[in-house]
């Protein structure tokens, strides 16, 4: 980590405490408001589909909000207080973070197949459990595979995957005790499902507005006609009721990806910078330990716009 003040280090670490803390308040809402409303909410896909970014969301964020507490104790000027066993645990918590854009990337796919492609319910519930076991099974794998090759190493601000002791995979006078390829590792086990997940929904949203926008011009030349003849059907009528259900459906799936995106822009960025001038900035730093742990204020923000509204 680049040189920081006390001060700023105790801006790093207790940060993620609170971010944390609004996200699970988030998510656990989310929970209790699907299971409230259980039996009109748990029969469709969408809900479900929420429930399990909300439930992924808080496990992943207790990791995530921990800061540096489960670290070994004893390393220097870290709020330190655990041991390697709070470590791992800590890595593997934060690991399964990916899970969120990846239900994300399916809740994409589920607006996709219901908006694009008129997908009814009864349908959508068979290929349902395909869209579980593709994000569980991903986070589950690589968060698993990440602790069976220790991976999981105190790094700056939390437990993750990095090399250990420190700066050993940059110097040839320090052997790696501890995942020595773990920068390697972390990308394939990480960012590339990170990766994946960020333009697998950007495709899809770019595939619902085209969709979106063809159905709207064809609906105005047709409505053109109709005026021409000086009525209105009833089928245009439930065509244009259906249009903006679609649309409604649309701005929250724009919204769930916004969402996905302000929370993790700023990790890539300060990956980027890292790897181009070797500094990370205190405001770099700062960033992702505010909005990582967040996402689940931010779904519950969404969740519940369209009861509000």
């Not at 992924?56 to 655990?82: E, K």
Request: proline residues 5%; glycine residues 6%; hydrophobic residues 45%.
């Amino acid at each position: 980590m680049t040189n920081i003040s006390v001060t700023q280090l105790k801006v790093l670490t207790f940060t993620p405490c609170v971010s944390g803390f609004l996200s699970i308040l988030g998510s656990a809402a989310i929970f209790c408001s699907i299971f409230i409303n259980r039996e009109s909410r748990l029969c469709k896909t969408y809900h479900r589909l929420v429930l399990s970014v909300a439930v992924m969301d808080i496990i992943s964020t207790v990791g995530n909000g921990m800061s540096t507490f489960p670290a070994p104790s004893g390393i220097p000027g870290v709020y330190a207080f655990g041991n390697m066993w709070t470590c791992e645990l800590q890595g593997f918590l934060v690991n399964l973070s990916m899970s969120v854009p990846l239900y994300t990337l399916m809740l994409s796919i589920y607006y996709v197949l219901t908006i694009c492609y008129n997908m009814k319910e009864n349908a959508m519930h068979k290929i349902e459990p395909w869209f579980h076991i593709v994000a569980s099974d991903i986070s589950f794998g690589a968060a698993t595979a990440a602790l069976v090759l220790k991976l999981y190493n105190f790094q700056g601000n939390k437990c993750t995957m990095t090399p250990y002791p420190p700066g050993c995979a940059e110097s040839e006078d320090v052997q790696c005790t501890r995942g020595a390829n773990a920068y390697l590792l972390s990308q394939l086990l990480a960012g590339v499902p990170l990766y994946l997940s960020l333009v697998g929904v950007a495709a899809c949203m770019i595939h619902v507005y085209w969709t979106l926008r063809s159905r709207e011009l064809a609906a105005g030349q047709y409505s053109f006609r109709r005026q021409l003849r000086g009525n209105q059907s009833r089928t245009e009528r439930e065509r244009r009721a259906k249009h903006s259900l679609s649309k409604k459906m649309a701005e929250q799936g724009v919204l769930y990806v916004g969402a996905l995106f302000l929370t993790y822009i700023w990790t890539i960025i300060l990956h980027a910078v890292k790897a181009a001038t070797g500094e990370m900035p205190f405001t770099l730093l700062l960033l992702p330990q505010i909005f990582v742990p967040l996402q689940g204020l931010f779904n519950f923000i969404i969740y519940i716009r369209p009861y509000v509204n």
